[in-house]
């Protein structure tokens, strides 16, 4: 089971990023997948996870409206469209699973992808 997260980088507020998550090593039709992120100096929080049937999630009130989850089963990648960025959005983005059709928001999925960075700043 693998996950590589990917499409961090340097944007200016206001600006938007997409992340990728490229999965392997199991089917992804048939799992969620859930996009989590932690700032420095903070604690790792969920950001947001689409279920098998496409069902959306958005953890926080800071995100709604401006991220948008999405997953394209044929590609084996999970997206998280983030727009409207701000310095607060700076942190390490990670996707994750349990390799269940299940979200939660609690960080203790089984496989994790090596992060990506996104840095917010003017």
């Known amino acids: 089971v693998q996950l590589q997260a990917s499409g961090g980088g340097l944007v200016q507020p206001g600006e938007s990023l997409t992340l990728s998550c490229a999965t392997s090593?199991?089917?992804?039709?048939?799992?969620?997948i859930g996009w989590f992120r932690q700032a420095p100096g903070k604690e790792r929080e969920g950001v947001s996870c689409?279920?098998?049937?496409?069902?959306?999630?958005y953890y926080g009130d800071s995100v709604k409206g401006r991220f948008t989850i999405s997953r394209d089963n044929a590609k084996n990648t999970v997206y998280l469209q983030m727009n409207s960025l701000t310095p607060e959005d700076t942190a390490v983005y990670y996707c994750?699973?349990?390799?269940?059709?299940?979200?939660?928001?609690?960080?203790?999925?089984?496989?994790w992808g090596q992060g990506t960075l996104v840095t917010v700043s003017s």
């Open positions: 994750a699973t349990d390799l269940l059709d299940y979200c939660s928001d609690d960080g203790r999925n089984d496989y």
């Open positions: 090593g199991f089917t992804l039709d048939f799992y969620s």
């Open positions: 689409i279920t098998m049937n496409g069902n959306t999630i």
